[in-house]
């Protein structure tokens, strides 16, 4: 009897250490969509892959260069994307976009935002046939790293676009800057 039941012990602790480990060989094991969450490779070196809009800094000489600066949250690694605002019409910003997602799912954003003398804001946005179809916002001011979130249902073609849309918006006399991390879209129900 106490053979049947040391076999049954360690045939549970084989099985839910098989499922750990298929888990743990996934290609995105937090489940985010975006590639480049964190602006920044594994050996913490600056990486703007997969982010493209018209944010960019400029150097001294008048160069334009990824907007990626030094200054995270708590667990951010070392690189944040920094934004401003760019002068009407044109927006400051920076997006991510992920396609080959189907059905009716809910998805998650979540983002680190903190602003200096401005407001920033995240979106999500689906296109289909290049026309946006939707798009939830959520700004904020926060003048020290705050993680903010949104969550939306949405119902995806194949060939639909999600985007991921980082934003430090217009202006006409005033600036600031907006900076994010750990940036993630996360489908809740796959």
Known sequence: MKTKTYILIVMIIFVFSCKKDAQVGSTNNTGNLIANSSFETDAHQPDYNGWAGTAYLVDSLGNHNIPLIQDTPNGGGLWCVQLEPLWMPTEGYTES??????????????????????????????????????????????????????????????????????????????????????????????
Not at 101 to 111: F, L
Not at 112 to 130: A, C
């Open 97 to 190: 976009s992920v396609t080959g997602q189907t059905g009716t799912h809910i998805y998650k954003v979540t983002a680190w935002i903190k602003t200096i003398n401005w407001i920033g804001s995240v979106s999500l946005e689906q296109l289909r046939n290049g026309q946006l179809i939707v798009n939830k916002q959520l700004t904020d001011s926060s003048s020290v790293w705050k993680q903010i979130s949104l969550l939306d249902t949405l119902t995806v073609l194949s060939t639909d676009i999600l985007k991921v849309h980082l934003s430090a918006g217009t202006t006409e006399v005033l600036s600031g800057k907006v900076r994010f991390d750990n940036v993630k879209l996360e489908n809740t129900n796959p």
